[in-house]
């Protein structure tokens, strides 16, 4: 078997095996099958990578056909480029490592198997996703890890909070698969395949009819697929309006959150916008779209982030920002600084979950900041794993000199929002400082609430706290290897001087498109901005949460609506409630009493009482057993036959 | 008159045989007694397999006896139906009458007889001929009706079919005559000449009679008052009898009449058979359900299936018909089928016959339960078991003719008899078991063994079945 077949067929092999084994297996074979597996899976991808990257030749095996009809067709496949090589790592490296965490963090559990075959059924979806080279088998990822997220929000199902925040996100990202189930037939109905490669090949060659009819309407062609499509990347991705699911979503353990809902699900938008580069290209309507909806998440959830008290929340919101900053460097053209942060990304946010799960670990449970602190000195070796995601996060580093991951992706987006020289280049851009001052800010709030100042929590809890173990603290540490590494390693790679031979062909940049070059003769305070930004965030909440202590709780009252606008995550909840989920809920109720409970069954009953005791026993009734009544019966009927032909003919 | 002694006897041979078999036979009952009945019997079945030979070897086609009778394609199928239910019959009822006590050499006589007149029904060309045919087998029934002259249920079986069954016989006659005065002629060859252009109301009312007097043996509504009765008084083996091989017979005669020599009348015609289609359909699914005797329920069930299968007549196209040929041939496996489980309800020798006697059948005797189970959805009409398929012809044909809300009140009123049926299944497989039947005798288990593999495997085989029958129902158009 090829090695590429062998990535995505190992986690598979690993859910069948735990899935199906589940607890005649026992907790230990579990957990070592499934880790095993993934980290063999991970290695494989790492040589993949090097591969790939190194000879520049990208692959497709195909493995065989799914369906054929007429001009349908789809196969199962393992493409191999650039763009999935990327992902590969970065969804086998996390998945590896929450993988061990997990047989640590979840060594309580009840249902150890389960919650394994889980987490290895979704890599394989994830996998499954991002080397599709038809948009049948990426929508089936897609579906695969929508599903594999559902059952891992609900994993713990005897919370009706755990069980409500997977319904929620199976729903809300429902708006979104529609959308793009939409993109994929329009795909067909213009291009009549659903391959990757023809289709791009037709937009290459300009061979795409301009528009096409929708009710009268002459919608242009290529805008209206990428804006479905794109509306699948917004529920996926969990950007504005369709990002409400994704902070509930961390009822899910937290070595989920780490790998489904912080560096690879929740990424599979911008991978998608990134994979469909020939056509997001030729859509100038649709990248704009994109660059304002990625700007307006980036900026809206950082403003979130900032009064969260749940440790996990914190970091889902600025999850939710950070996918923000992605999308929108993919609208103005720069796929590479896209996928570069992508990348970044990944580890330093998987290591923050991670980090936080070893908090909630050590504090027994617990998961609001205001009942932590002073617990610095307790667990060390989390606190200063800690520091480490946040300054990735925030993109601190010297500038010539070395930064940590987040500095070199991060700056390169704000760079390359910069360089568009658009008006919505400009939004981005200066939204996206913003949310960088923010970001800083929620990040160093969040570790002084947790570890410094006086503990907050009750004796019997600090008594407690203990630094979490060996296979919990080994995989944070190779996280921690990718947030301090991956951004200078890489730099070059991705966006940097040697950006076109890594890319090769997996990412499409137009002729008129320069923002990648132009991101590198921005003027010099353009490049040190972003970085300031993040000092300015850093000081801005030492100087609160250390110095001035009584700031925070003023502010808030001063501005009071904005706190409260902030704390209430801008009444989205609220607002969708009564605008979609009572009325669905009447609806609903209304179709199930009156029209399903009254009408359909009234009816159904009704009719069964009319045949069965009403009809049926009067027609029981006519059979008297005399002979006269029968010969009458006859007549009967005779006559009327007669009359009646009598009346129609007679005339 | 296109010839004078066109006599043709080699085109009857099988009528023929029967006739000279059943003298033969008669002769030698009234020499033996009834010590011969089995002779008798079995030598009765070789007739008819002889005859269904006959009848499947000799394809010719052409009329006999100077056009009083007809052979074709479509003759040959209905009589090979009939010929075979008659015959699973006759080896049924002399096991199960001599398990009665009742061993009379008549019995397969008459049945032998019985057939005969099915065959000249089915082949009639005549008004007269018809009606030779018809009282031919009537009588013969009469008859096997009250076999059992000791016992009350029975005799009043036979009385009430007889009384009842004079009265239709006389409606037939009547607008026999009418439809003689009014157009000069009995014969169907020059009927269909002399009918063509505006019918006059005459001839309109004797169809009318006509069609009384055939939809009695059909027992379709409102000439259906006898058949819950007489299927009820009369002993299983015979109600088996009666509602299989005479039902084929009648509903070939009343095709043949309608399509030939009133082929131009459709328009009239139509209207009673989607009439007596409807209420057929209606009172067979409504009235089934209230019963609590399982051969008055297959009575209700009988008048049911009539109903689907005029819906093919209705259609009036060689399609309509093929559905009903099929329709036909299909029922008379089900019934038989579901006939020989009901024999097979025995407690120390008596029968049973309440729906209630068959609780919990399937822990008792689970091969018995789960062969009256194909039956009861085969008959509901569920795939892939053949019930579905007769009834798939059928509505097919109502909607190619544009009747479509005959094939929808049809699929409406199989709903509603899949409840009865169904509650059938339930009873044995869910109910409470009560004490077990009999051990089931050689050859019920081998009839209910073939009709549950034709049942649920003929669809397997059905291709060349529906080339005869569309042969057949073609054939019917050609003349």
Known sequence: MNIDVAIVALPLLGALIVGLGNRRLGDHAAQYITSGLMLLAMVLSWIVFFDVTGSGVARTTEIFTWFETGTFRAAWAVRIDQLSAVMLIVVNTVSAMVHVYSIGYMHHDKSVPRFMAYLTLFTFCMLMLVTADNFIQMFFGWEGVGLSSYLLIGFWFDRPSANAAAIKAFLVNRVGDFGFALGIMGVFLVFGTVEFKPVFDAVLTGNVPPSFDFLGYQVPTLEALCLLLFIGAMGKSAQLFLHTWLPDAMEGPTPVSALIHAATMVTAGVFMVCRLSPMFEYAPIAKDVVTIVGASTAFFAATIGLTQNDIKRVIAYS????????????????????????????????????????????????????????????????????????????????????????????????????????????????????????????????????????PRASHEVMHHVHES??????????????????????????????????????????????????????????????????????????????????????????????????????????????????????????????????????????????????????????????????????????????????????? | MESFVSLNLGLARPEIFL??????????????????????????????????????????????????????????????????????????????????GVVRFELPLLMLLASLGMALMISANDLIALYVGLELQSLALYVVAAIRRDTVKSTEAGLKYFVLGALSSGMLLYGSSLIYGFSGSTSFETLAAALAGEPSLGLIVGLVFLCAG?????????????????????????????????????????????????????????????????????????????????????????????????????????????????????????????????????????????????????????????????????????????????????????????????????????????????????VMFFDPATTPFDRVPGTLRAVLIASVVVISFGFLAGGPVIELSTAAADSLFAG
């Open chain 2, 214 to 426: 055939l939809a009695f043996k059909i027992s379709a509504v409102p000439f259906h008052m006898w058949t819950p009765d007489v299927y009820e008084g009369a002993p299983t083996p015979i109600t088996a009898f009666f509602a299989a091989a005479p039902k084929v017979a009648a509903m070939a005669l009343f095709a043949r009449v309608l399509i030939g020599p009133f082929g131009e009348m459709d328009d009239q015609w139509r209207q009673i058979i989607v009439v007596v289609a409807v209420l057929s359909m209606i009172l067979g699914a409504v009235a089934a359900i209230a019963q609590k005797n399982i051969k008055r329920l297959m009575a209700y069930s009988s008048i049911g299936n009539v109903g689907y299968a005029l819906v093919g007549l209705a259609a009036g196209t060689a399609a309509g018909i093929n559905g009903l040929l099929l329709y036909m041939a299909i029922y008379v496996v089900m019934t038989i089928g579901a006939f020989a489980v009901i024999m097979a309800m025995r407690r120390q020798g008596q029968g049973v016959e309440e729906i209630s006697d068959l609780a919990g059948l399937s822990q008792s005797q689970r091969g018995l339960a789960v062969a009256l189970a194909i039956f009861m959805f085969s008959m509901a009409g569920i795939p892939p078991l053949a019930g579905f398929f007769g009834k798939f012809f059928v509505f097919n044909a109502a909607i190619a003719a544009g009747l479509y809300g005959l094939a929808v009140i049809g699929v409406l009123t199989s709903v509603v008899s899949a409840f009865y049926y169904i509650r059938i299944v339930k």
């Open chain 2, 19 to 100: 006739a000279v078999a059943s003298l033969a036979l008669l002769v030698l009952g009234a020499w033996g007694g009834d010590r011969s009945t089995r002779l008798i019997g079995w030598a009765s079945v070789a007739s008819l397999v002889i005859a269904i030979a006959l009848t499947a070897t000799d394809g010719a086609a052409g009329l006999a006896f100077n056009g009083l009778f007809v052979a074709d394609a479509f003759a040959a199928f209905a009589k090979i139906v009939a010929f075979g239910a008659a015959a699973v019959a006759i080896i049924v009822a002399l096991d199960q009458m001599a398990r009665d």
């Open chain 1, 469 to 651: 173990p060996w296979v919990m603290l080994a995989p944070l540490f190779v996280l921690a290897a990718g947030a301090l590494g991956a951004g200078i390693i890489w730099y070059e790679s991705f966006v940097g001087h040697h950006m076109a031979e890594f890319w090769g062909q997996a990412v499409h940049f137009a002729a008129t498109n320069h923002v990648p070059h132009e991101a590198h003769n921005v003027p010099l305070w353009v490049k040190l901005i972003p970085l300031f930004a993040g000092l300015t965030g850093i000081a801005l909440a030492s100087y609160a949460y250390m110095v001035q202590k009584g700031l925070p709780a003023a502010v808030a009252g001063a501005l009071r609506p904005l706190y409260l606008l902030s704390y209430n995550k801008w009444y989205f909840d609220e607002i969708y409630d009564a605008l979609f989920v009572r009325p669905a809920l009447v609806l609903g109720r209304f179709l199930w009493k009156g029209g399903d409970g009254a009408i359909v069954d009234g009816a159904i009953n009704g009719f069964a009482w009319l045949t069965g005791d009403y009809l049926a026993k009067r027609f029981a009734r006519l059979q008297t057993g005399y002979v006269y009544h029968y010969a009458f019966v006859m007549l009967i009927g005779i006559v009327a036959l007669v009359t009646w032909y009598i009346f129609a003919f007679g005339k």
């Open chain 1, 319 to 454: 999850t939710c920002s950070q996918l923000g900053y992605m999308f929108f460097a993919a609208g103005v053209g720069a796929y590479g600084a896209a996928m570069f942060h992508l990348f970044t990304h990944a580890f330093f946010k998987a290591l923050l979950f991670l980090c936080a799960g070893s908090v909630i670990h050590a504090m027994s449970g617990e998961q609001d900041m205001r009942k932590m602190g002073g617990i610095y000195k307790l667990i060390p070796i989390t606190y200063g794993l800690m520091w480490i995601g946040n300054l990735a996060l925030a993109g601190v580093g010297i500038p010539g000199v070395y930064g940590f991951a987040g500095f070199y992706s991060k700056d390169s987006i704000l760079e390359s929002a910069f360089a568009a020289h658009s008006g919505v280049g400009m939004y981005a851009f200066w939204l996206g400082i913003i949310g960088a001052v923010m970001t800083a800010f929620y990040s160093w709030r969040l570790i002084y609430l947790t570890f410094h100042n006086q």
